[in-house]
């Protein structure tokens, strides 16, 4: 039998051919990956921009916040303190004239004495909304249990408080946070939620400190992104988000509001 002889050019050919192959096969891999490493990096990118947008939401959020509270204060002590002591400096020079008598002189002495109470009193109340003064003392636990006696104390709601963690005096700072976050929950529960019971619970769970917070409000559509835009639900996110927490609103209209977050 005699073996059949390929021709060169065929050998030749198929070289080419295969190395040609090769080549595109090769071309294709490498626009293949680049063109997914450019996907990947845009996505990341697009990620980043977004992490960055967040951050300046929050920052703003942050500033706004303490905008209103200034301007609070400021207006607390225009209306309150300054206008009481401007009284009491009138009933001062009142002292002053001459030809009083034994009586007007009692008036006078009594109006400055139960002004300047009244003053110390209000300037104690702006310095507690501050920071009050049994956190700062005596740790969160203290400061939540006084925070529920005040909003009890309006006869507007009632509150139920438990606690199982033995919080850390060291995280005073990052505890403040979470203060700040149940005023906020406190406050929209009563103004705009028209609870009158709320819940508070702090407990570890699976070795992670979380508070469970629930009224029994008017409630509202936790499914609707516009009902958690407002800028008390971003001071919030923006507190969580220092906090490296998490946070859970589940609300429906007529059955109140329940949140959890972790800290």
Known sequence: ?????????????TAIFSCVSFILMGLVL???????????????????DLEIQYQKEQLHAIIVTQED?????????????????????????LLNSPNLTEEETKEITENIISLTTKALENSRKIAHNLLPPVFEKFGLNAAVEELCEEFESSKLVKTYYKNEIDFDDKEIDRHLHVFRILQELMNNSLRHG?????WIAFKNE????TCNYKDNGVGFDSNDPDNQKGLGMKNID??????????????????????????
């Open 1 to 13: 039998m005699s073996s059949k002889i390929i021709p060169e050019s065929e050998i030749v050919a």
């Open 30 to 48: 490498v626009l293949f990956f680049y063109f997914s490493k450019k996907k990947i990096t845009q996505k990341e990118l697009e990620k980043r």
């Open 69 to 93: 509270e200034r301007r609070r204060i400021a207006q607390d002590l225009h209306d309150d303190i300054s206008s009481k002591l401007n009284i009491v400096s009138l009933n001062s020079h």
């Open 194 to 198: 028209k609870a009158d019971e709320i």
């Open 206 to 209: 699976n070795e992670t400190a």
């Open 238 to 263: 923006s507190r969580i988000s220092f906090l490296n927490g998490t946070i859970d609103v589940d609300s429906e209209i007529d059955k109140g509001i329940a949140v959890v977050f972790t800290f």
